[in-house]
């Protein structure tokens, strides 16, 4: 190998969800949180939670003890465990910026602070949710899932940025100027699964760590080949899985995932560097500083309209 050309960036992001109505097994959710810790604590590498509040409320303990072991706790959200419908892309502007106070306050209760990071459950937002959250202080995050087209979820992101990117003020699929780095999950948008309606993406749970080979190999090219700065591969997964049990096959998949990202990046000549989202907000501010009024450079093709 020559030269290291650069980093290859790689987040583990877990939704933390257990108390959810669908689930409702904090223990479990507890002993998955543990057991990603371990699992990460041995390549050295930091980590993001995003968090429910009543995961928050059965064990701020173990939040704040990883909050303090270096992991970054941000905000998860499924409105059905506060007591709404479950997919905020039905909600108008004012009762999701509600529903969101109202999670943000019982953060704060746990945490002591309040959230700058926020993940969306099911991915199911509308063209209301990115000024919202840039309006209640939110700064990073995870919204969409670029190619998904679930619209009995209300998640609808065809055609959005595969990259991280400020979203547009107006349209969710577009990258504009809202003071919000959005850092979607790693997405191979050649595969897709569900009848065409989810694109394979490097959720731990959704298939084995050789299939995620080929989506972390696709990713990282597609990055390299775009100059991205800031190539980066954002694996995610939910503590509703027993990550302690180490016969847990998703255990074994996350670990063998890692060890993939380590020799994709010696096989691209990229240092890897493990990261949380924070980390990778801060850096993509850095090299590419927000500006108000900016937005995408969208062009009809008039071609084939003849002579103008």
């Known amino acids: 190998m020559g030269m290291l050309m650069g980093k290859l960036l790689v987040n583990i992001s877990a939704d933390c969800e257990a108390t959810q109505p669908a689930i409702r097994d904090p223990a479990l959710g507890e002993r998955a949180v543990r057991g990603l810790m371990v699992i990460a604590a041995r390549q050295a590498a930091p980590g993001t939670l995003f968090v429910i509040p009543s995961d928050l409320q059965s064990s701020g303990a173990l939040y704040q003890e990883a909050e303090r072991a270096g992991w970054e706790i941000g905000l998860h959200l499924h409105p059905a465990a506060q007591g709404y419908e479950e997919f905020l892309g039905l909600y108008g502007p004012q009762d999701q910026e509600r529903i969101l106070r109202e999670a943000m306050a019982l953060f704060e209760k746990v945490m002591g602070r309040s959230p700058c990071a926020f993940c969306m459950g099911y991915g199911s937002a509308n063209d209301h949710t990115y000024p919202i959250l840039e309006a209640l202080g939110f700064t990073h995050g995870g919204v969409s899932i670029p190619r998904r087209v679930l619209p009995e979820c209300a998640s609808v992101w065809a055609g959005a940025p595969l990259g991280i990117h400020y979203p547009h003020r107006f349209n969710r699929v577009l990258a504009g100027d809202v003071d919000f780095v959005e850092i979607p999950p790693t997405v191979d948008p050649d595969s897709m699964m569900w009848g065409g309606k989810h694109p394979q993406d490097l959720r731990v749970e959704l298939v084995d760590a050789k299939n995620h080979w080929y989506t ?48 994709l990046a010696q096989k691209h000549g990229l240092e890897l560097e493990y990261v949380t989202l924070a980390e990778i907000n801060r850096r993509y501010r850095a090299l590419r500083p927000r500006t108000a009024g900016a937005g995408p450079n969208v062009k009809l093709d008039r071609s084939g309209y003849g002579q103008e």
């Open 216 to 263: 972390m190999d696709k990713a990282i090219r597609r990055q390299l080949d775009a100059n991205d700065p800031l190539p980066y591969l954002r694996i995610v997964t939910h503590n509703i899985f027993d990550y302690s049990d180490a016969r847990n096959f998703r255990r074994e998949t996350l670990q063998g995932m890692l060890q993939h990202a380590q020799s």
